[in-house]
């Protein structure tokens, strides 16, 4: 397995259905306190960086740091 196959791209307002898609999954949802991963707040604090992780053009995963 190569890392090439996976990609970490920005999250971006056109990402929200996908990942509120995500947390509708009660495996997922569990785990968050709300229903929105992130809103107009989130994305300018430049403290947080939101990512999409994708395997071979998939997205599979959402990630902050």
């Known amino acids: 397995m190569t890392m090439d196959r996976y990609r970490f791209r920005t999250a971006t307002l056109a990402d ?38 994708e395997h071979d053009g998939m997205p599979f995963a959402f990630m902050q740091d």
């Open 16 to 53: 929200l259905d996908l990942l509120r898609l995500w947390l509708a999954e009660p495996h997922v949802g569990e785990w968050w306190d709300n229903d929105d991963p992130y809103d107009a707040e989130d994305l300018a604090d430049s403290r947080v960086s939101l990512w999409i992780v």
